[in-house]
């Protein structure tokens, strides 16, 4: 194996870890700030100039604070179930095309860590996967409230999973591959996905929603029933790795997003932009619009938090089995339909050949 091509991967993964860290870390103080806004607050204003420190000092309480584990709880689930909830937020940013592919002299190097042809497909594993560390956490504390609370999570996760496939599904009819970095290729000069399947997008961000927990989908979290949730025993730096797990799932699902419906990193001039600034800036620009649509997303997570109040737990259950799902199956029905009859029509004018 070619240990540049080593060297490139490792490096791509260490910079996509210590990103995925600081947006978490640094979300904490924008949705605190976001919040204070829409309040008529000031929010986080000591530590540092208007209050910029903040997220360190916290993170420096989190390390300091004693660490409990319950006498009844199982210790060696305890310990891995906030392990295993922060490693599947970090590893759904494998298969997102952070950029087009970078030149430098001759080598090419691509701003993604794998492009496998089942991309989709991987981002909803890691989806499906993340609920465990919410099961095991809630399970191994032996607390009634956080099993509760884990099994909301985990019937919460698996409703809003189906809708979310099934708005994908629809998508999938209209770009023909799971591949993430061709999905994004295709939607280059505005043909963005969402111009194509709104209620697609509209659905798979609601599902989004309930699959990070975020308000008004937070039941698993809810502290009026359920004191904590499902993290209600953990102190110390395993709570923090739920924190800030959550965050980084906000992050991810932010990018995938920008990606399936929204261009990822494509913009309108790329192609003048690339002919004025050279090989080398132009894909750390499209890196930049990218990262830009993210944090729109990420504002909208933190606003639609203090907006709108908390479910019930029948609403939320309604909502996803007798509301997104019917309608993710008629926009599959739409979407195929459409494009059954573009294809019948083209051949019988001889566009399209048999």
Not at 179 to 190: F, M, P
Not at 295 to 305: K, Q, S
């Amino acid at each position: 194996m070619d240990i540049d091509f080593v060297i490139e991967k490792f490096l791509l993964v260490t910079i996509l870890f210590a990103i995925s860290l600081v947006i978490a870390m640094y979300s904490t103080y924008a949705e605190r700030k976001v919040a204070a806004f829409l309040q008529d607050r000031l929010g986080p204003d000591r530590a540092g100039p208007f209050g910029i420190l903040q997220p360190l000092a916290d993170g420096l309480k989190m390390f300091m604070k004693e660490e409990m584990i319950p006498s009844n709880a199982n210790k060696w689930l305890f310990m891995v179930g906030p392990g295993l909830a922060m490693l599947c937020a970090c590893i759904g940013t494998a298969v997102i095309p952070w950029g087009q592919d970078l030149k430098i002299g001759e080598r090419i190097i691509p701003l993604q860590v794998t492009d496998i042809n089942v991309g989709v497909l991987y981002i909803f594993g890691v989806v499906s996967l993340g609920v465990y560390g919410v099961m095991i956490g809630g399970w191994a504390s032996n607390n009634k409230y956080s099993l509760l609370s884990a099994i909301r999570a985990a019937s919460q996760n698996i409703s809003y999973e189906v809708a979310m496939g099934l708005s994908i599904i629809a998508l999938l009819l209209v770009t023909n591959t799971l591949s993430l970095k061709e999905i994004v290729a295709q939607q280059h000069g505005w043909h963005w996905n969402v111009l194509y399947q709104p209620l697609g997008f509209l659905i798979f961000m609601v599902c989004s929603f309930a699959e990070t927990n975020r308000a008004p989908f937070d039941l698993p979290e809810c502290e009026t029933e359920l004191i904590g949730g499902y993290h209600t025993e953990y102190s110390s730096m395993k709570l923090g790795f739920y924190l800030f797990a959550e965050y980084i799932n906000m992050f991810v699902s932010s990018a995938v997003m920008a990606t399936l419906y929204f261009g990822g990193y494509n913009y309108p001039g790329m192609e003048w932009v690339a002919t004025q600034v050279g090989p080398i800036a132009a894909p750390l620009i499209g890196t930049a619009v990218l990262f830009l649509k993210i944090f729109m997303f990420i504002f909208f997570f933190m606003w639609v938090r203090w907006t709108i109040p908390r479910f019930r737990y029948d609403q939320l259950m309604n909502l996803g089995w007798k509301g997104l799902i019917p309608l993710a199956i008629a926009n599959i029905i739409i979407t195929g339909s459409n494009r059954c009859c573009k294809r019948v029509l083209r051949r019988r004018y001889g566009i399209i050949k048999q």
